[in-house]
């Protein structure tokens, strides 16, 4: 299974930018889709999550500016990120979980004040 990330960039604070994250080869049920980011110096977190379902969870961080969400039929997940600001800069990195956790190459996000 691979998972192909897009849509990083630089953007000044305040601005958007849209993550996509698409999986591909051998699929049978993707559990969980998920965001996790790694800032400079820092260890990853999680940054959002969604079941099969579209039950969300969000980080304290992400809350009301981050929206996930998913495509099942075309097994990608999304994440919409606004109010971005500086602390937001990180690598992104979208995960699937279905028997055990793929990670992709990771996309990353500059947000300049």
């Known amino acids: 299974v ?5 849509g990083g960039g630089s953007v000044q ?13 051998i699929i049978s049920r993707i559990d969980v889709m998920g ?13 959002a999550s969604i079941t099969r379902g579209g039950v969300t969870d969000y980080a304290d961080s992400a ?14 997940v999304f994440l919409q990120m ?4 500086p ?3 990180a ?8 028997s055990g956790p793929y990670w992709g190459q990771g996309t990353q996000v500059t947000v300049s004040s």
């Open 35 to 47: 965001w996790y980011r790694r800032a400079p110096g820092k260890q990853r977190e999680l940054v």
């Open 82 to 85: 606004n109010s971005l600001e």
């Open 63 to 76: 809350k009301g500016r981050f929206t996930i969400s998913r495509d099942n039929a075309r097994n990608m």
């Open 2 to 6: 691979q998972l192909q990330a897009s």
């Open 13 to 25: 604070a305040g601005g958007s930018l849209r993550l996509s994250c698409a999986a591909s080869g």
């Open 91 to 98: 690598v992104y990195y979208c995960n699937a979980y279905m």
């Open 87 to 89: 602390e937001d800069t």
